[in-house]
């Protein structure tokens, strides 16, 4: 079984550019997740889906960040414009998402610097 | 809102040795899911064992067991007999069963395990 694709691996932006990220989650998998990652800390929950509804997004900060899940299967996440601060990995995963103890899987993620 | 606390930063254990990396969690909620996730410098996240909080009964994945103890609201993980793939990051981290909350996990900042030959 394939796992969550995630692409780019690394990219290196300035600020106030644009920046947008793909994850392909695995087939099936209803639910997906956008993590950020700062360094030095646990992953945060940006944004989920449950196929191509948005179920959370209180902690993703809606005047730069935005995402959205294609036919309920692929997943962009965009940044526009980029600060310092948004430097990290952000981590996309999936799962079947019917009940609370459906394991998640995650994606190698994408590190992205900001200079 | 629920938060979990991984206060060791840095753990060192010897090859073959056994380690306890802690985790303490705030709930209001009496059932919920813990789990232990590792993460190599790949940044591949993986899942190492989890708990739901009313099954006494600690759970067991080959090296790797927790102790739960609800009251306490800490849930650790012991890993026997370390091997040098052990070495990560290991989060520990939280769901509630609320299908409104989605699942979404919260996470600690984690604990670097390093294994020494």
Redesign the interface.
């Given at each position: 079984e394939a796992?969550v694709a995630q692409s780019p691996r690394y990219k290196i932006i300035e600020k106030r550019q644009s920046v947008a990220f793909w994850c392909n989650p695995i087939s099936g998998h209803a639910?997906l997740?956008w993590?950020q990652q700062i360094l030095?800390?646990?992953?945060?929950?940006l944004i989920?889906f449950?196929n191509n509804g948005v179920?959370?997004d209180s902690q993703l900060p809606k005047d730069r960040f935005s995402a959205e899940r294609l036919k309920g299967v692929d997943s962009t996440l965009k940044i526009q414009p980029a600060k310092l601060e948004d430097s990290a990995?952000y981590?996309c995963?999936s799962?079947l998402?019917r009940?609370?103890?459906?394991?998640?899987y995650?994606?190698?993620?994408t590190?992205l610097t900001v200079l | 809102a629920q938060t979990?606390t991984q206060s060791q930063p840095e753990m060192s254990v010897q090859e073959a040795e056994t380690v306890t990396l802690s985790c303490t969690y705030d709930t209001s909620e009496s059932d919920y899911?813990l789990f232990w996730y590792k993460q190599p410098p790949?940044?591949?996240?993986?899942?190492v064992i989890?708990q739901?909080a009313y099954k006494q009964q600690n759970a067991t994945e080959n090296r790797f067991s927790v102790n739960f103890q609800k009251a306490a609201k800490s849930f650790s993980l012991k890993i026997s007999d370390s091997q040098l793939g052990d070495a990560a990051m290991y989060?520990c981290?939280y769901?509630?069963?609320?299908?409104?909350?989605?699942?979404?996990?919260?996470?600690?900042?984690?604990t670097s395990l390093l294994v020494t030959p």
């Open positions: 796992g639910t997740y993590y030095g800390q646990g992953p945060k929950l989920q449950q179920v959370d990995v981590l995963a799962s998402g009940i609370f103890t459906d394991t998640q995650f994606g190698p993620g590190r | 979990v899911y790949s940044r591949q996240m993986i899942l989890r739901e989060f981290a769901t509630p069963p609320l299908a409104n909350s989605g699942y979404a996990l919260n996470f600690g900042k984690g």
